[in-house]
């Protein structure tokens, strides 16, 4: 019996019961395969990725800001003050009238701060929207490319066991031996692959899995045909990138108008009550008294009339931002341009592996090990060419500004 026998059925006991571990040393515990779906796969890692999670919380964070920004700056303070107290008795007797002091002072808010600093608030809110749904889109993108390599890992181990299969049930012979040590070595390669590409799948999703996820399904998917200016016109309305820097150029608006509210007037008010006790000054006894007091004051803002900073770098944000959109609008043109190219090559060799596997398979018969090599090469360049047009199309489709996630 061949050495590589008792690997060879483990291989295969393995393909028919993914929940069990391959027979491959591994440099950490995991070592079993749990098989998950790519909409599953991709729902977890929404779920337990940190970036996406902090980016989560900082929409919260962005929303509690924007709920203090729109209260009106009322602050008011109260203050007590006793006395006046007289040091020196001039003659006896003499009653020391310590009268009290109740005062309440606040602030009157200059015209249109309120506003302006809710609408920033607002547009706030919008930016870290767009940006979590930008870092939500990079991320799954990122997983659901690690995820087709997986697959495409997978794929081949089966490619690789099945043909092995086929040629153990032929009659042995030197051929045969030499066919199957050489399956099994590809076989041995290809799992290590898997695991390899199964454990970057960890990357994405936290502490999640406690198995290394299995993916599922094919990557048999229909070649598309797609439209350039369409692509374009439709990445620059709906990218992610692109909504970004716009929500980032509202906020920059609102935060131009804030800075120039914020120069204008406040006006702090005061009122205060005052009680004095009963006293006897002079053989005379007063009465307790109360009396009101209010008044006002205006702090005049000489220093902002005097220096236009912080409308300069508001403004200069802004222009900044500007001309980074203008690039980026640029850059996608580009990008789509090259992506529909890379498409447009996945689709020949898709095309061509497809061909050449059927003509392989209708002239070799698989009654020997040379038909079945024959057919498991053109096979595993079918499995290579379904995995380049499957990312081909996912790369037109996220520079397009289409999120959609591929039928595998």
């Known amino acids: 019996m061949s050495p590589f026998k008792p690997y060879f059925l483990s291989i295969l006991f393995t393909c028919v019961l993914p929940g069990l571990s391959l027979a491959q040393p591994s440099a950490s515990e995991l070592s079993e395969y749990t098989p998950i779906s790519l909409p599953q796969y991709l729902q977890t890692v929404k779920e337990n990725n940190a970036i996406i999670g902090n980016k989560r919380l900082g929409k919260e964070t962005v929303a509690a800001i924007k709920q203090s920004l729109s209260l009106y700056q009322f602050n008011p303070s109260i203050s007590y003050s006793k006395g006046t107290f007289y040091q020196q008795v001039p003659y006896t007797p003499y009653d020391i009238p310590t009268s009290n002091t109740f005062g309440l002072n606040f602030n009157i808010e200059g015209w249109n701060k309120r506003s302006t600093r809710s609408k920033y608030g607002e547009a706030e809110i919008g930016r870290s929207d767009a940006d979590y749904q930008a870092t939500e889109a990079d991320i799954q993108t990122a997983a659901t490319l690690d995820y087709i390599d997986a697959l495409r890992n997978r ?52 502490d999640k899995f406690k198995n290394l996820p299995l993916p599922i399904g094919n990557l048999n998917i229909e070649p598309q045909n797609f439209n350039l200016e369409e692509l374009i016109n439709q990445a620059l309305a709906i990218r992610t990138d692109i909504v970004v820097m716009q929500a980032a150029i509202n906020s920059s608006e609102k935060n131009i108008s804030m800075t120039q509210a914020n120069r204008n007037l406040d006006v702090q008010l005061f009122v205060s009550y005052t009680t004095t006790p009963e006293y006897t000054s002079s053989g005379y006894t007063y009465l307790r008294q109360s009396g009101f007091s209010a008044g006002l004051s205006i702090p005049l803002p000489v220093n902002n009339y005097l220096q236009n900073a912080d409308i300069v770098q508001a403004d200069n944000q802004k222009l900044g931002l500007e001309m980074q ?24 060799i898709l095309a061509q592996a497809n061909s050449e596997l059927l003509d392989v398979s209708k002239v070799a018969n698989q009654s020997s090990a040379k038909d079945i090599m024959d057919v498991r090469d053109k096979e595993g360049a079918l ?25 595998i």
Do not use: C
């Open 383 to 407: 499995i290579d060419a379904q995995t380049n047009h499957v990312k081909a199309l996912v790369n037109v489709w996220r520079q397009s500004g289409n999120y959609s996630i591929p039928n």
């Open 325 to 348: 959109l203008r690039d980026l609008k640029s850059q996608v043109r580009v990008r789509v341009m090259q992506a529909l190219l890379q498409y447009d090559s996945a689709k020949q």
């Open 155 to 206: 794929l081949l181990f089966n490619s690789y066991a099945t043909a092995a299969k086929k040629v153990a049930a032929l009659p042995q012979s030197d051929q045969t031996k030499d066919s199957t040590q050489l399956l099994l070595y590809y076989e041995n390669a290809s799992a290590k692959d898997l695991q390899f590409t199964s454990l970057s799948l960890i990357n994405h999703s936290g």
